[in-house]
């Protein structure tokens, strides 16, 4: 503890350089406190957006194809019979939607709008996608059967249309088509790319094929199936895989023609890169700590010298070489563990301002403000060893000076 005091002492004569001293310290955990806190929110931000999209979704659509270079979307060659052979034939499938899409003005009244999204789908899709209705139903298996002219819409065509006037029960028009509205969504917000998901009409996929397409084919743009679980996700894959290619008569060694995709591995992928990215930025910023503790060793050195008379006596009342090594090793730790406390305020402080300011400046998604405590612990430790580990050599230089040559010294 008395050796404690006198370091504490010693570093409070010269303020000013010591504060300079430990600026590289502060810069550095400071910089690597944001730069991991930011990188958590933008990996928390990734999985928030893929667990909108729905639970354990597995999309599968037909196989696309490569022509003089360019990707050229797949021939039709995915119907409804083949998503309902999925929801009822694979075990590890806990629901499926066929999707067909669909595009037009919706007109209400005097008022239109264009939807960004308008899907046929099946009484499945509210399942599939995670996506509760705030008032009124969904379509049933009737309904689907039924071709009949109903529809769901999202909150925007509830604002853009209705304004305050309840939509339940109101017809709209679709290419002229009149749907009667029995549900709204509940508002999913902006997905990872800025999209609005809010601007939506569902309707029966039956019904987009035969009153707006007037087509008379079975076959469905995609579908989007439910696994019973995270864990099963790879055996649902697998599962769909081995029926589709048994139903569609491919045998072993011939191009599948549709393709199965996962969005577990998509989210997985870019978490990987994420922290990858976080990783990076945080071992450059950790750069300014190395700079730091180099500031560290020559102030303590400067020290040594300027304190050299100071260790003579000192030898010469009594004192040890180790106990000059240990006040001199305490200095530089303490310099390094001061930075380390103030850089990390500081760090959390720049975390907090710059997700706001992302917020503020972009349309996507709300970033949630995330204080990595482990990253700032771990960047204080390693605070702590590069004064352990710079400080080691001036300590060591002053411990072994001559006490009668010290004692000479002016």
């Not at 925007?156 to 509205?181: H, Y």
């Not at 922290?275 to 060793?297: C, D, F, K, R």
């Not at 700032?376 to 590069?386: D, K, N, Q, S, T």
Request: aromatic residues 6%; proline residues 4%; glycine residues 10%.
């Amino acid at each position: 503890m008395l050796t404690f005091r006198v370091a504490i002492r010693a570093l409070a004569k010269n303020k000013m350089r010591a504060g300079l001293t430990i600026l590289g310290v502060v810069i550095g955990i400071a910089a690597v406190t944001t730069m991991v806190s930011i990188g958590q929110s933008a990996s928390q931000m990734v999985q928030s957006q893929f667990e909108m999209l729905g639970t354990n979704v597995i999309v599968v659509r037909p196989a696309s194809r490569r022509s003089g270079g360019v990707q050229i979307a797949g021939m039709p060659s995915l119907t409804a019979r083949d998503v309902e052979a999925i929801r009822t034939e694979c075990p590890s499938v806990m629901a499926a939607t066929a999707m067909v899409r669909a595009g037009g003005q919706v007109i209400y009244g005097n008022t239109n709008w264009s939807p960004s999204e308008m899907w046929g789908v099946g009484p499945d899709y509210l399942t599939v996608r995670n996506w509760p209705l705030r008032h009124g139903g969904f379509f049933t298996e009737r309904d689907v059967s039924s071709a009949a002219k109903v529809c769901v819409i999202g909150q925007t065509l509830v604002r853009e249309l209705f304004q305050t006037s309840d939509p339940l029960g109101q017809t709209i028009r679709i290419a002229n088509i009149p749907f009667e509205v029995i549900g709204v969504l509940e508002p999913k917000g902006v997905n990872l790319f800025g999209q609005e998901q809010d601007n939506i009409v569902l309707m029966p996929y039956t019904t987009v094929r035969k009153r707006l397409q007037g087509s008379e084919f079975d076959h469905v743009h995609l579908a989007m199936v439910s696994a019973r679980s995270m864990q099963q996700m790879s055996d649902a894959q697998n599962e769909i895989t081995h029926l589709l290619l048994e139903r569609h008569r491919i045998h072993p060694g011939e191009p599948a023609d549709f393709e199965v995709q996962n969005t577990d591995e998509f989210a997985r992928v870019l978490g990987m890169i994420t922290g990858t990215m976080t990783m990076l930025l945080a071992s450059i910023a950790g750069i300014s700590l190395i700079v730091g503790g180099v500031g560290i060793m020559n102030i303590m050195l400067v020290s040594v010298t300027e304190r050299t008379r100071e260790i003579g006596i000192r030898m010469a009342v009594g004192a040890r070489p180790k106990d000059i090594l240990r006040q001199f090793l305490i200095e530089a730790v303490l310099l390094s563990c001061i930075g380390g406390l103030i850089g990390f305020a500081l760090g959390v402080a720049a975390s907090t301002g710059l997700t706001m300011l992302i917020n503020t400046l972009s349309s996507g998604s709300e970033w949630q403000v995330v204080i990595s405590v482990p990253a700032g612990i771990i960047a204080f430790l390693f605070a702590a060893a590069v004064g352990i580990f710079f400080g080691y050599y001036p300590a060591r230089r002053a411990s072994r000076l001559d006490p009668i040559e010290s004692l000479r010294y002016e």
